[in-house]
């Protein structure tokens, strides 16, 4: 039942009452979300020295939620639930202390982070499905030191499609992520910003 003051003349509908919509309501063909697809994950302690190989591109593991609107974060990967324009951010701290080769680089090795779309490996060397990409290239020669990624991109998905957030280092040692218990460092964030 609805509640109405009139219908004007030009059209438009007066409601002065609540209105409740039990699915998406649709402006002009596009659906209209009063609470956005959106998400905020990190990676926690329980996670901290992440592995990462020399010449591998290895997804990040994010366990720990802020929060996820939707739920569509899932398996360290965000999954779109409408076709859309979204926004991500991510950033990888590279720990100087996990072991004796962490944190050491020489000059002109590499340090990525980058966001595969549809790649259901966790570890791979193709960058068939790479979508976009923030590298840094080591200047002079690091010794223990922390050093750090960071990535913000705009990509226009179909419904259905996964991103994931992965590092890649190529100092010819493995290297690890540095985490800890508050989410400054390791995380990955993202959100609808437009229904197409």
């Known amino acids: 039942?609805?509640?109405?003051?009139?219908?004007?003349?030009?059209?438009?509908?007066?409601?002065?009452?609540?209105?409740?919509?039990?699915?998406?309501?649709?402006?002009?063909?596009?659906?209209?979300?009063?609470?956005?697809?959106?998400f905020s994950v990190y990676q926690s302690s329980s996670s901290d020295e992440q592995a990462m190989a020399t010449g591998y591109y290895t997804r990040i593991t994010l366990d720990t939620e802020l929060y996820d609107i939707g739920g569509n974060f899932g398996s360290n990967v965000f999954t779109a639930p409408v076709n859309g324009i979204y926004t991500f951010s991510g950033k990888i701290l590279w720990d100087n202390d996990a072991d004796t080769d962490a944190g050491d680089w020489?000059?002109?090795?590499?340090?990525?982070?980058?966001?595969?779309?549809?790649?259901?490996?966790?570890?791979?060397?193709?960058?068939?499905?790479?979508?976009?990409?923030?590298?840094?290239?080591?200047?002079?020669?690091?010794?223990?030191?922390?050093?750090?990624?960071?990535?913000?991109?705009?990509?226009?998905?179909?419904?259905?499609d996964y991103i994931g957030l992965y590092g890649y280092q190529d100092s010819g040692v493995e290297q690890h992520t540095f985490s800890t218990n508050i989410d400054d460092w390791t995380q990955f964030s993202g959100r609808l910003v437009t229904a197409i």
């Not at 009139?6 to 002009?28: A, F, M, P, R, W």
């Open 106 to 160: 020489d000059a002109e090795e590499r340090h990525d982070a980058v966001l595969f779309k549809n790649e259901s490996s966790s570890s791979l060397t193709s960058t068939s499905n790479r979508v976009a990409a923030s590298l840094r290239v080591i200047q002079g020669a690091l010794t223990d030191k922390i050093v750090m990624n960071s990535i913000t991109v705009d990509l226009k998905l179909n419904s259905g």
């Open 1 to 38: 039942r609805l509640y109405k003051t009139y219908l004007s003349s030009d059209g438009n509908q007066i409601v002065d009452k609540n209105l409740k919509v039990d699915n998406n309501i649709i402006v002009n063909g596009f659906p209209y979300y009063r609470n956005l697809p959106a």
